[in-house]
């Protein structure tokens, strides 16, 4: 595969579509091999703020997941969010992830301005599924959307975990 189709633009992230395959090819080895995954969904908050401003909180959040995450992770851009895979991460590790992710986003300083800002924050929704657990990938992305609407919700300041908030959602018939 090309390389250059691999990535989302020139930020070093991959695009959704690859994201999907890496994730399919994951989830396949997880079950054949019984590990776990964790898979990170999240979001800006951009309530209120500036284009400018979104614009370079988008590009502070591409350059600290680069510094950021294993070489083995897969942080991809999926519409105006990002999606973070962790093959082999379990819940403590992907915990530390998150908590690092959100600690050092908050801490990052303008490039204009050199400032710290409050107004920087993201929320970030996690699940970790053991391989035998997973049906699909449909389900681990919602999963972890799921989580990140609930952090969006709560206008949280930490990451929500889907499985910290399963036992009280509604499960279909």
Do not use: C, W
Request: cysteine-free; hydrophobic content about 40%.
């Amino acid at each position: 595969m090309d390389k250059r189709r691999q990535l989302a633009s020139d930020s070093g992230l991959y695009t959704y579509e690859t994201f999907e395959i890496l994730l399919n090819h994951e989830i396949a080895r997880v079950k054949r091999y019984s590990g776990t995954l964790t898979l990170i969904h999240l979001a800006l908050a951009t309530e209120n703020l500036t284009p400018d401003f979104v614009k370079q909180a988008h590009a502070a959040m591409t350059n600290l997941l680069d510094r950021t995450l294993r070489i083995s992770d897969v942080p991809a851009h999926y519409k105006d969010d990002f999606m973070i895979l962790l093959p082999s991460a379990d819940n403590d590790a992907a915990r530390a992830v998150a908590e690092r992710i959100l600690g050092q986003f908050r801490t990052t300083q303008s490039f204009t301005t050199g400032k710290l800002s409050s107004k920087r924050n993201a929320y970030l929704g996690v699940t970790t599924q053991n391989g035998n657990d997973i049906t699909s990938d449909g389900q681990i992305l919602a999963e972890a959307t799921i989580a990140m609407n609930e952090a969006r919700q709560r206008q949280s300041y930490t990451f929500v975990s889907f499985a910290d908030i399963s036992s009280g959602l509604h499960k279909p018939y």
